[in-house]
């Protein structure tokens, strides 16, 4: 049976309507891009990688995925709760970083500088988490124009910052402090829509906070540590390409890893989105989910295919074009990589379907399975290397190609479980 695509559908109408504005982000973010690169050398953004991986393992744990269950309580008085408790937490976990932080650099370090990156990086994850919290309460309320706001000003105001920044000679610490301005301008949105949650919600009836945890435990009981392991496995390739080879090449990685994210910036985190608010709905009236899921499944296929084929064939002379001669490695590099990527831009697109569906545990050992081979393999690139009689970029192949096999298994084994649920909801009614 063939799919059919409704543009008038709702799940279009809105992933346009977020689309729209992170696209334009991106067209931002594609015209300043080729001269923020010729500003920073490879190393600056290997350091700048490994700042952000960092960044985005302390943003996991940041509200303890509580934030996820945002959408899903059926009033909004309850999911005021969530969303309060959320914020609540991220308050506990900045205050933690600095802590530790500090602890480290008053009996170890006592430099100054790294005193400054301590209190960079917790800012930078509050207010990655602190957008996180307000999106999705914006994606429970619909707001997604909101969303669109954000994500225009948050990539705006970062990589004109980049740029002057790289101008001035600034290095890894430009890119890092334009990164803090682009989300605290982005998170103003949010600021605004917090005041007026409060003044609506604040006066009902309120529910005990540890009622409110309870219900939703498997987010930080399942969802958190799989996420954990996610942001471990990216801290820790950091470290094994900068240990086993240098800091530039894990640069070259970083940005091409980057670059080919893109896709799933601009389409797949936007469909994602409004995936998860419509399959929630539905699955908790009962409807039907496997059709819906399957249809976007298949346009991210369709979207996905050609840009990723094209790098996959001239990915080393686009890169070395658009960015300069310094990352053609990079391009090399994004070329084996690609098949790799264009199975996780439909695979993330979906990702949140096993917290709708109670498959999270499920979801979790997959997660583990999926993260213990990565690992492996960056764990023992120099001995594969060897053993094989082959170059970095043939390694990373290999990687890519494997990934490709374990993502499509697992979109495909999710397909079939939402269908198994469709037709024991059928049998049921």
């Keep these: 049976m063939g799919v059919k695509f409704n543009l008038k559908s709702e799940l279009i109408r809105s992933a346009l309507l977020l689309t729209s504005g992170t696209v334009i982000a991106q067209a931002i973010s594609y015209v300043l891009t080729p001269f923020i690169t010729r500003l920073y050398s490879p190393e600056d953004f290997g350091e700048f990688g490994v700042i952000m991986r960092i960044v985005a393992f302390l943003s996991v744990i940041g509200a303890a995925r509580y934030e996820y269950a945002i959408p899903l309580p059926k009033k909004d008085e309850h999911a005021f709760h969530v969303y309060r408790l959320s914020l609540r937490i991220l308050l506990y976990t900045i205050i933690l970083s600095l802590f530790v932080g500090g602890i480290y650099w008053f009996f170890d370090t006592k430099q100054d500088h790294y005193f400054f990156y301590v209190l960079l990086i917790s800012a930078l994850t509050g207010f990655t988490v602190f957008i996180s919290i307000g999106r999705h309460w914006a994606i429970r309320k619909k707001w997604f124009k909101n969303i669109t706001i954000s994500t225009l000003l948050t990539s705006s105001t970062s990589n004109i910052a980049k740029l002057l920044a790289g101008i001035a000679g600034f290095g890894v610490f430009g890119l890092a402090v334009s990164t803090l301005l682009g989300l605290i301008i982005g998170s103003l949105v949010y600021v605004f829509d917090a005041v007026g949650i409060y003044k609506v919600n ?71 989105q409004v995936l998860y608010n419509r399959v929630s ?120 190609w494997i990934m490709f096999v374990l993502f499509t298994i697992s979109v495909v084994w999710l397909l079939q479980i939402t269908r198994r649920l469709d037709r024991k909801g059928e049998q049921e009614n």
């Design 202 to 272: 604040n006066k009902k009836e309120k529910l005990r906070k540890s009622v409110v945890a309870h219900q939703y435990k498997e987010f930080p009981r399942v969802n958190l540590p799989h996420a954990l392991i996610d942001a471990s496995r990216e801290l820790l390739i950091a470290f094994f390409l900068t240990l086993y080879l240098s800091t530039a090449l894990f640069g070259s990685y970083d940005h091409s890893f980057r670059m080919l994210k893109i896709p799933l910036l601009l389409i797949g985190v936007a469909v994602g």
């Design 281 to 400: 709905t539905d699955f908790a009236q009962g409807s039907k989910i496997f059709p819906l899921l399957k249809r976007s499944v298949v346009l991210l296929t369709c979207i996905g295919i050609i840009p990723f084929t094209v790098i996959y064939f001239y990915g080393a002379p686009i890169f070395e074009f658009v960015f300069g001669s310094e990352w053609r490695l990079s391009g090399n590099i994004a070329a084996v990589l690609s098949p790799w990527l264009m199975a996780n831009f439909v695979a993330s697109s979906i990702s949140m379907i096993p917290a709708i569906i109670g498959k999270l545990k499920w979801f979790f050992w997959v997660g583990i399975f999926t993260t213990s081979i990565q690992l492996s393999c960056f764990a023992f690139f120099p001995e594969i290397m060897d053993w094989l009689k082959i170059s970095e970029i043939e390694m990373f192949e290999i990687i890519s």
